[in-house]
């Protein structure tokens, strides 16, 4: 058979694809089944995009390679994303984990055995002054691991098996000295009603007379059990077992457990298709604690748990925005994002969007000058959370920046641009913590959450070095470098938190700059603040919550570097301290009476091997509530 073909439709035969070039051959007749005739064509300059519904030019071509020529173009769409033509509306949320977390006592007498994995908490004996000095001796041997209670009780009736998986490992376990370590899985068949069974023992750290388990241990103790309900495959039901001595008191090791659990269950399969969705510990289906004699009833035990769900909710919304891609997520799916927070919060959460004109009312040159470069309209977002009773004890602000992507504008970027989807990391975690704050409903605090967002592209209305804009308080900045646009959204926003919102005491969270990686690395943030208070607050927190934080100088000397020629202030500073002098910067947009704090997460947002980290949103949700006592 021989064809003749137009030298455009042959090239596209010949690549094999005709849907992603914006141009096409359309077939208006019928071709025989010999000879294809060139004058049966028409050139029609139609767009055939990934996502067009113009599907008869492509059908047509399938046919003349001998495919299939029916083509449902919606089932390529796996999540919702742009068009050629239309942005991206709204962004899908990754869903809460499937598996029931509850508590229970030991001495509601049920079988602690009666599950397809069974691990059992151990408490290592309190470390002397002597096992300090020889922590080093890898040679050292290791007194016989001791159980007590129904740990013990478990243990003669599997035949001293437990001190035995142990003893087995005991140079790596060290009798559970690492709060989170775990020994290897034992396999047990015939002791429970013949079916098989896996037991594991579970470093609570070492005991201490004084203390009962900080935040940090219990919630790498929460990591650890959703980590072995993963790896443990084919397990429908786990128990675990935790002995008083550290899960005694009130309610809250149960809260942080839980938080760390629902988080370590979190998987972001909104992008994947078939075989490379994987979800965590997806044959599971319960999770019992066993509390041996706690102090705490069932009814607080599970109230807490939830409320710890309910936080994990927030980190997975805030892993969410930073994992998601720009044709995902821009100005306005975050806008969208933001009204479903409110929408899903019974009525605790009110939400604002400001439009163009809504920003260009109340002066906002500094935020509108980065948003020109993009493709979608500003979007300045406004949550606001008031206790349903009425009763207000403090108004406080939570900003967080909101670049959607940060290409660098015209100084443009030269590395890591990859990575520049986490320039919305603040935004990102002062939503996440919106979203808890309106589930678990804190009483006696307003917080209002202010994010302004958009993204710093390229386009022939983007602003360019030597610009000059004017921010909501009047303050002229000149735009010495497109690539410190982050501070330039923030000012607005932070005025906005300070004059039309009234708030009483602020903090900020920003992707801001390289610089604080450089001094405090990938696991830490920066805190930049005047008020020793406010310092002091946010330090408590961040040792409650493990999101790491250290305070930072505040060198007034180096405002010197954010002097103009022509305008008030500069938009950068010389390359050293930069990270102080964008502090600085900010703090120029806050009433100086009050409470103001700049948090730099751009280290710890992202992790280069599971990529979002969900951080600071839990630092936001604790200081948003401790605002209220």
Known sequence: MKLSLPPALLSILLRGSATTYASAFT?????????????????????????????????????????????????????????????????????APEASLTAVSTADGEAVDDADLVIVGVVAPAKD???????????????????????????????????????????????????????????????????????????????????????????????????????QKKVGSCNVLLPSKKMDGDSSAMKDFSTAFHSSLYADNRYRTGKKVEFKAEDVKTVQLFLEDSGVSNEDANSAIATGAQLAKGVSLTKDIVNAPHNVLNSESLADTAKRIAAESGGSITCEILGKEECEERGMGAYLGVARGSETQPQFIHLTYKPKDGDIKKKVGIVGKGLLFDTGGYNVKTSMMELMKFDCGGAAAVLGAARAIGDIQPPGVEAHFCVAACENMINAKAMVPSDILTASNGKTIEVLNTDAEGRLTLADALVFADKECGCESIIELSTLTGAVMISLGKKMCGVWTDDDDLAKDLEDVSKVTGDKSWRMPMEKEYAEQLKSKIADMTNLGTPYGG?????????????????????????????????????????????????GE
């Open 27 to 95: 077939l208006s007749k019928a071709y025989s089944s010999s000879t294809f005739h060139p004058s049966s064509t028409v050139a029609t300059r139609a767009p055939l995009s990934a996502f067009s519904s113009s599907h008869n030019a492509i059908n047509n071509l399938q046919r003349l390679r001998g495919g299939d020529s029916t083509l449902n173009m919606a089932a390529e769409r796996p999540f919702n994303t742009w068009t050629f033509d239309k942005h991206c509306e709204s962004m899908d949320w990754t869903p």
């Open 129 to 231: 002054d002597t096992d300090e000095e020889e922590d080093g001796d890898e040679e050292k041997e290791l007194d016989p691991i001791v159980l007590t209670g129904k740990a013990k009780e478990l243990d003669e009736a599997l035949g001293g098996a437990l001190t035995e998986l142990a003893a087995e490992n005991s140079k790596a376990f060290q009798n559970g000295a690492s709060a989170g370590s775990m020994t290897p899985a034992m396999r047990i068949v015939g002791y429970n009603n013949d079916k098989a069974q896996r037991y594991i023992l579970l470093g609570l750290g070492a005991k201490d007379k004084n203390k009962e388990a900080g935040s940090v241990n219990v919630m790498k103790v929460g990591s650890a059990v959703a980590s072995a309900c993963h790896d």
């Open 579 to 627: 990270a102080i002098t964008a502090a600085l910067f900010l703090s120029e947009f806050v009433d100086k009476k009050k409470p103001f704090a700049h948090i730099d997460i751009a280290g710890p947002v992202w992790d280069d091997k599971d990529g979002a980290t969900g951080f600071g949103s839990k630092l936001v949700i604790e200081w948003v509530r401790r605002q």
